[in-house]
């Protein structure tokens, strides 16, 4: 994996050349990193003082209530989104053209538009019209509805990448639609769908954080109120980074787990060969890649 | 509608803003992920990496908690720019991590006889990548490099969190101003499918047209 490609195994002087380059890379890095923490001393952003209330356990309780409510949030939206893929999905294949427009019409429209705005549609759009719905219910709709026509696409494309010879098997031995769909095709295409899913599962996670627009109690409107009552916005900040950071990285490792157990144990290759992919983007290059690709 | 037809000059300006903000982000973002992507295959470990150190990072963070963090913390180490600007830097760096995922997974396409014929020419690694491996790794991802276009453009409404006013921010003040809370986010909802759908015409006419005949 970290073997490059384009580099053959290393003769005696393509690697001294290579040990000069790494050193003198190296030394430049190390300059960079001295330049930004002798600033960080400068600005006395560094001082316990301003660290000191990270420790404190009120703090932390603070924060991580932060953390639970954008994990509450997150799960809800899933779920939800999760469901509208789906239905998405089917109805995109449906047999009746209708169906299938209107389907592909509601994809298109909630795959195009920002999430802030459905955000801002579902909380003061919908109060502007007396409907009265809480921070928590306006995010997690919005989140449903974007997610799910991302997720539709997935779940789509997904199902038509399988080959055409599984379903007209399925028919052949006398399945009707919905059993072949149910017990041959959603079976194998949610497989190779996964890695895709988790990454996009993975952006709805991320994008929790805009409920803060909506004075949704979550861990980024935490972090700001923490940070403006002990004056350390800087210092809050970084920590909250880190916390979502950690919580990311850890689940685009368990993706990563199961799809290398998955494709060893089916050799099937996945849709997507990358984790944490901002959008439907690297969801494509993978056919290819994914032969070639080996780690 | 009347709303709508009403204030078009609000709509028009906020659409201006949001696709300058999108293309100047789109030209960092293709910058810093091409870049990154060369440090992530080159044979010099630090480079590596810092690439790798990059890129889990950044793709890990969420874009609001980024925007918060330059607008809100950098000035704590008087680092300050105008929000426009700050919108560019976190846009681009943040797409750009995805870029250079999306770029690596090109680079990985492109058959190792490219690369041992290039080398067996003499070429260095620098002129490997430059010459031979990274034009032919660009063209096998212009669909995924479009699909990060798009995703871009809807990314940018974010900057309205930091007051930019692009098309979000405007529409969001003008539906507090008139009340008419349905028809300005269908407006603006209309403006943003009117960039985001011919660009992802526009990509898959471009990917086709440089697709390579293997």
């Not at chain 1, 696409?153 to 052949?172: K, M, P, V, W």
């Not at chain 2, 100047?24 to 091409?34: E, P």
């Not at chain 2, 995924?144 to 409404?157: C, D, E, H, R, V």
Request: hydrophobic share 55%; net charge positive.
């Amino acid at each position: 994996m970290t073997a490059p490609v384009l580099a053959d195994a290393l003769g005696p002087r393509a690697r001294r050349k290579v040990l000069i380059a790494s050193v003198v890379t190296g030394a430049a890095l190390a300059a960079l990193l001295g330049v930004a923490v002798q600033r960080l001393v400068d600005k006395g952003q560094l001082e316990w003082a301003r660290w000191e209330p990270l420790t404190q356990w009120s703090v932390l309780k603070f924060l991580l209530g932060g953390l639970g409510d954008t994990l509450r949030a997150a799960f809800a939206g899933m779920t939800l989104a999760l469901l509208i893929g789906a239905a998405l999905a089917l109805l995109r294949l449906a047999q009746t053209a209708v169906v299938r427009w209107l389907a592909t019409a509601w994809t298109e429209f909630f795959r195009g538009v920002p999430l802030l705005l459905l955000i801002f549609f579902s909380y003061s759009g919908l109060r502007q019209y007396g409907i009265d719905i809480s921070p928590f219910r306006a995010l997690v709709l919005a989140l449903a509805l974007y997610n799910g026509a991302m997720l539709g696409e997935i779940f789509r494309a997904g199902i038509l990448s399988l080959d055409r010879g599984q379903t007209e098997a399925a028919y052949a031995i006398g399945l009707s639609y919905w059993q072949a769909m149910l017990q041959v095709v959603i079976p194998q295409a949610a497989r190779r769908m996964t890695p895709a899913i988790v990454s996009q599962l993975i952006t709805l996670l991320k994008d929790t954080s805009l409920g803060f627009v909506i004075t949704y109690e979550e861990l980024l409107r935490r972090s700001r109120s923490t940070g403006e009552f002990f004056r350390n916005p800087l210092q809050v900040t970084v920590f909250v980074a880190v916390l979502y950071i950690a919580v990311n990285f850890t689940l685009s490792r368990i993706a990563r787990r199961l799809e290398v157990r998955q494709r060893r144990r089916l050799g099937a290759g996945a849709i997507a060969t990358t984790t944490g992919v901002e959008d439907l983007a690297v969801v494509s290059v993978s056919a290819a890649a994914a032969v070639r690709d080996d780690h | 509608m009347d709303v709508v037809l009403d204030n078009l000059d609000v709509f028009i300006a906020g659409l201006r803003t949001t696709v300058g903000l999108t293309l100047l982000s789109y030209a960092v973002a293709l910058g810093v992920g091409i870049v990154i992507a060369a440090c992530r295959v080159s044979p010099i470990p630090p480079l590596r990496w810092a690439g790798v150190f990059y890129v889990e990072t950044v793709r890990n963070t969420p874009l609001t908690v980024l925007f918060v963090l330059f607008f809100f913390g950098l000035p704590k180490v008087d680092i300050l720019f105008e929000p426009f600007p700050t919108a560019v830097i976190v846009l681009g760096g943040y797409t750009g991590a995805f870029v250079a995922e999306t770029v690596r997974s090109g680079i990985n396409t492109v058959s190792r006889g490219q690369a041992e014929a290039a080398r067996s020419l003499g070429l260095t690694f620098p002129q490997v990548l430059r010459i031979v491996v990274l034009p032919q790794a660009l063209r096998s991802v212009v669909g995924p490099l479009g699909g990060l276009f798009i995703a871009l453009t809807k990314n940018s409404s974010i900057a309205a969190i930091i007051s930019v006013s692009e098309l979000v921010f405007r529409t969001d003040n003008l539906a507090n101003e008139t009340a008419r809370a349905v028809p300005v986010y269908l407006g603006a909802a209309v403006a943003y499918l009117l960039v985001t759908i011919p660009s992802g015409v526009a990509f898959r006419a471009l990917e086709r047209r440089v697709a390579f005949r293997r």
